[in-house]
C-alpha cells in the first residue's frame, strides 16, 4: 500500500473505547490501544494510544442551573511510530487536537441548529 506522502507512513491501530456519564452531568470517553499482537495492515506502521479521552462538563449558572454550554477537554498522549518524522509531529501537534475541539463544537451546533439535541441526548443516554 502506498504512503499518502513521500515523508509520511500509512499507520494502523485498533481501541477499546468506553463512555461514562457521571452523577453530576459530566461525560467522559476514553480510549486505549489493545495489545500488539493483534493482526495489522502490511505495510503500515503500528500508532498505539496510550490514553485518549474527552471530558464534557456541562457549565452552570450561579444558581447552579444549565446555561446549554460545555466544556470541552481533549488528552491525549499518541506514539506515532515514525509515521511522521518527529519535528513535524511536534511543530503540528497543538494544531491537530485544536482542530479535533473544532470539529466537535460545529458537529455539536450543526446537530442543535438541526433539532437534534434532544435525539442525540436520549439515543446515547447523557
Same mark, same amino acid.
Given at each position: 500500500?502506498?504512503?499518502?506522502?513521500? !515523508?509520511?507512513?500509512? !499507520?494502523?491501530?485498533v481501541d477499546?473505547?468506553?463512555?461514562?456519564?457521571?452523577?453530576?452531568?459530566? =461525560? +467522559? /470517553?476514553?480510549?486505549?490501544?489493545?495489545?500488539? $499482537?493483534?493482526? %495489522?495492515?502490511?505495510?503500515? *506502521?503500528?500508532?498505539?494510544?496510550?490514553?485518549?479521552?474527552?471530558? =464534557? &462538563?456541562? @457549565?452552570?449558572?450561579? /444558581?447552579?442551573?444549565?446555561?446549554?454550554?460545555?466544556?470541552?477537554?481533549? @488528552?491525549?498522549q499518541t &506514539?506515532?511510530?515514525n509515521w =511522521?518524522? *518527529? %519535528? !513535524?509531529? *511536534?511543530?503540528? !501537534?497543538?494544531?491537530?487536537?485544536?482542530? +479535533? &475541539?473544532?470539529?466537535?463544537?460545529?458537529?455539536?451546533?450543526?446537530?442543535?441548529?438541526?433539532?437534534?439535541? $434532544? +435525539? +442525540?441526548? /436520549?439515543?446515547?443516554? %447523557?
Amino acid at each position: 500500500r502506498a504512503s499518502p506522502a513521500p !515523508i509520511l507512513w500509512d !499507520i494502523d491501530g485498533v481501541d477499546l473505547t468506553g463512555w461514562r456519564m457521571m452523577g453530576d452531568g459530566a =461525560l +467522559y /470517553q476514553v480510549s486505549a490501544s489493545v495489545p500488539h $499482537e493483534l493482526p %495489522f495492515s502490511e505495510g503500515a *506502521n503500528r500508532g498505539v494510544d496510550l490514553y485518549w479521552g474527552y471530558e =464534557l &462538563i456541562p @457549565i452552570v449558572n450561579s /444558581q447552579g442551573k444549565p446555561t446549554g454550554r460545555t466544556k470541552l477537554t481533549l @488528552i491525549c498522549q499518541t &506514539i506515532l511510530n515514525n509515521w =511522521l518524522p *518527529n %519535528f !513535524i509531529a *511536534n511543530m503540528k !501537534i497543538g494544531d491537530v487536537l485544536a482542530d +479535533y &475541539i473544532r470539529t466537535a463544537e460545529r458537529s455539536a451546533n450543526t446537530k442543535a441548529a438541526e433539532g437534534l439535541t $434532544e +435525539y +442525540y441526548l /436520549q439515543k446515547y443516554g %447523557f
